[in-house]
T-cell receptor, first 113, second 115 residues
Framework: AQTVTQSQPEMSVQEAETVTLSCTYD???????LFWYKQPPSRQMILVIR??????QNATENRFSVNFQKAAKSFSLKISDSQLGDTAMYFC??????????FGQGTRLTINP | DTGVSQDPRHKITKRGQNVTFRCDPI?????LYWYRQTLGQGPEFLTY????????KSRLLSDRFSAERPKGSFSTLEIQRTEQGDSAMYLC?????????????FGQGTRLTVV
């Protein structure tokens, strides 16, 4: 069975700091996608960044980047120059054989002014 | 608005009543997913459709739960004889399967409270 684990239930940093959210996963598939989703308070979940497992280059989207370590099955999210609007729940997810997304438990990130 | 739409946004029901939720996916998406999310937790997979075919159901989906997607367009999720443990946010997501990329777009959810 596929599992996704986020070991940091909560994190808090000051505005403009850099923060890294951790995620590990387990899958028997050779090819898969990994995702980070953001869920602001009382708002819908939106995609932050995705990584194709067969690509070695880490994905980057503006202030968001990932550190993908395939052998270690690790997929961390780095947020640079954090902003107040980054305050949200962040979920790591993995798709299994182009079927369903499996989510981690989430990390509640608070950016303090 | 061309995003995923869910109706109703909130539902309060008495224990034992039946409820039905609707999800309208992004029109060109052939995949549709239902998830359940409790406070402070990640979404738990319930079921998904490829067009009108229901391809997988989670063991979380008891006999009281049923989902349909007639004609491969909108979907409904029905819960019969609701229990207090059914209280949660029910999320719908849709995706257009391109290779392995199943980037899912989520609706705002239906929050169910069973009293």
């Amino acid at each position: 069975a596929q599992t996704v684990t986020q070991s940091q239930p909560e994190m808090s940093v000051q505005e403009a700091e850099t923060v890294t959210l951790s995620c590990t996963y387990d899958t028997s598939e050779n090819n898969y996608y990994l995702f980070w989703y953001k869920q602001p308070p009382s708002r819908q979940m939106i995609l932050v960044i995705r990584q194709e497992a067969y690509k070695q280059q880490n994905a980057t989207e503006n202030r968001f980047s990932v550190n993908f370590q395939k052998a270690a099955k690790s997929f961390s999210l780095k947020i640079s120059d954090s902003q107040l609007g980054d305050t949200a729940m962040y979920f790591c997810a993995c798709n299994q054989g182009a079927q369903k997304l499996v989510f981690g438990q989430g990390t509640r990130l608070t950016i303090n002014p | 608005d061309t995003g995923v739409s869910q109706d109703p946004r909130h539902k309060i029901t008495k224990r034992g009543q039946n409820v039905t939720f609707r999800c309208d996916p992004i029109s060109e998406h052939n995949r549709l997913y239902w998830y359940r999310q409790t406070l402070g937790q990640g979404p738990e997979f319930l079921t998904y459709f490829q067009n009108e075919a229901q391809l997988e159901k989670s063991r979380l989906l008891s006999d009281r739960f049923s989902a349909e997607r007639p004609k491969g367009s909108f979907s409904t999720l029905e819960i019969q004889r609701t229990e207090q443990g059914d209280s949660a946010m029910y999320l719908c997501a849709s995706a257009s399967l391109v290779g392995m990329n199943t980037e899912a777009f989520f609706g705002q959810g239906t929050r169910l409270t069973v009293v």
